[in-house]
T-cell receptor, first 116, second 110 residues
Framework: DAGVIQSPRHEVTEMGQEVTLRCKPISGHNSLFWYRQTMMRGLELLIYFNNNVPIDDSGMPEDRFSAKMPNASFSTLKIQPSEPRDSAVYFC??????????????FGSGTQLSVL | QKEVEQDPGPLSVPEGAIVSLNCTYSNSAFQYFMWYRQYSRKGPELLMYTYSSGNKEDGRFTAQVDKSSKYISLFIRDSQPSDSATYLCATTGTASKLTFGTGTRLQVTL
């Protein structure tokens, strides 16, 4: 299994530009999570999906952020317009459904976003 | 106040030392406790998983939870240079929403 695949690995953009991050979860996993990691705040949950449906988006910072999961094998996180304070590492994670194993997350390698 | 507090380190120890990593949390509803290990430029990977209070051992690693004091610990025996990484504690109640600490960076030197 290739694991959770994220693209791009690095993204450098200018303030005001639209940024789209992509994620392919592990096949058969029904839950997908988007996290943001910074030195100051650590790992923060932005949004998570179960069976392609957004369950909790309370961590999305503001309306500039949006996430979609059109099917079980693909998700996007979009920032429009981007701002320098959005600079962080964005991780996608997936997990299988069912009981306590729902807390076992499998992370991708992340997208390092720099907004100039 | 953050729900999960963790000393960022860095913590530097010689090879073979016993390492103690700790977190405190504030929410009494948290029941599941995890430790993730994150190597540089990689995503976190699950290391240990425990439910409620008590100890759990896996090879050189021991996870300990004290719910009365809201204290989580990870002990690493016979530490190796390959253990050099950032260690994140995480916890949750019954919902599928982990709350992470900011991580402690560990460096094991030869």
């Amino acid at each position: 299994d290739a694991g959770v695949i994220q693209s791009p690995r690095h993204e450098v953009t200018e303030m005001g530009q639209e940024v789209t991050l992509r994620c392919k979860p592990i096949s058969g996993h029904n839950s997908l999570f988007w996290y943001r990691q910074t030195m100051m705040r650590g790992l923060e949950l932005l949004i998570y999906f179960n069976n392609n449906v957004p369950i909790d988006d309370s961590g999305m910072p503001e309306d500039r952020f949006s996430a979609k999961m059109p099917n079980a094998s693909f998700s996007t996180l979009k920032i429009q317009p981007s701002e320098p304070r959005d600079s962080a590492v964005y991780f996608c994670a997936s997990s299988p459904t069912g009981g306590s194993f729902n807390e076992k997350l499998f992370f991708g390698s992340g997208t390092q976003l720099s907004v100039l | 106040q953050k729900e999960v507090e963790q000393d960022p380190g860095p913590l530097s120890v010689p090879e073979g030392a016993i390492v103690s990593l700790n977190c405190t949390y504030s929410n009494s509803a948290f029941q599941y406790f995890m430790w993730y290990r994150q190597y540089s430029r990689k995503g976190p990977e699950l290391l240990m998983y425990t439910y409620s209070s008590g100890n759990k051992e896996d090879g050189r690693f021991t996870a300990q939870v004290d719910k009365s004091s809201k204290y989580i610990s990870l002990f690493i025996r016979d530490s190796q240079p390959s253990d050099s990484a950032t260690y994140l504690c995480a916890t949750t109640g019954t919902a599928s929403k982990l709350t992470f600490g900011t991580g402690t960076r560990l460096q094991v030197t030869l």
